[in-house]
T-cell receptor, first 112, second 115 residues
């Protein structure tokens, strides 16, 4: 079992819809969670971080964390074609390694 | 504020040749990371520096890879000799502090092709 799991997709949604991206993690000591967006041929760009259970909103993006279920998600409201990218979920343990563990990413396609 | 700077952006070499990558982190960021990203995968940590000290190099293949961060700012990652399987994108990232709550910001990466 991978430490951070994401559906590879592609997840296809129409323009203006809500895109829901999901991520599960296996290590219960994980305490901080990040969503990165990666366009083809580009490097990962940080878009959201979340540390506490519940929702965190930033513009069109909402991150949701449920530590009991070991589940973190990213909602993108009013999806735009420019949101088409791969979204990487990353999890950081709170042990001495502070290692960021990435999932393989979910590819999102927003249809005009 | 300038982001993480990396060079070169692309490198093509023959197998068994040496190669070096350079990284300049965001000003004020004490922690620097080198990651490797293969196609279709997430980045994987190679080494983490806190200032000039390598505090986690457990994933660095030390027979052929080496890294340094002199004066706790710029860093260089070297491969000698390169193998076909080293073809990947090498990413540098930096963060302000050393706790797991610190956000990491990536540079543009160096795409290495080994022929």
């Amino acid at each position: 079992q991978k430490e951070v799991e994401q559906n590879s997709g592609p997840l296809s949604v129409p323009e203006g819809a809500i895109a829901s991206l999901n991520c599960t993690y296996s290590d219960r000591v994980s305490q901080s969670f990040f969503w990165y967006r990666q366009y083809s041929g580009k490097s990962p760009e940080l878009i959201m971080s979340i540390y506490s259970n519940g929702d965190k909103e930033d513009g069109r993006f909402t991150a949701q964390l449920n530590k009991a279920s070991q589940y973190v998600s990213l909602l993108i409201r009013d999806s735009q074609p420019s949101d088409s990218a791969t979204y990487l979920c990353a999890v950081n343990r709170m042990d001495s390694s502070y290692k960021l563990i990435f999932g393989s990413g979910t590819r999102l396609l927003v249809r005009p | 504020e300038a982001g993480v700077v990396q060079s070169p952006r692309y490198k093509i070499i023959e197998k068994k040749q040496p190669v070096a990558f350079w990284c300049n982190p965001i000003s004020g960021h004490n922690t620097l990371y080198w990651y490797l990203q293969n196609l279709g995968q997430g980045p994987e940590l190679l080494i983490r520096y806190e200032n000039e000290e390598a505090v986690d190099d457990s994933q660095l293949p030390k027979d052929r890879f080496s890294a340094e961060r002199l004066k706790g700012v710029d860093s260089t990652l070297k491969i000698q000799p390169a193998e076909l399987g080293d073809s990947a994108v090498y990413l540098c990232a930096s963060s302000k502090g050393t706790s797991g709550l610190n956000e990491q910001f990536f540079g543009p990466g160096t795409r290495l092709t080994v022929l």
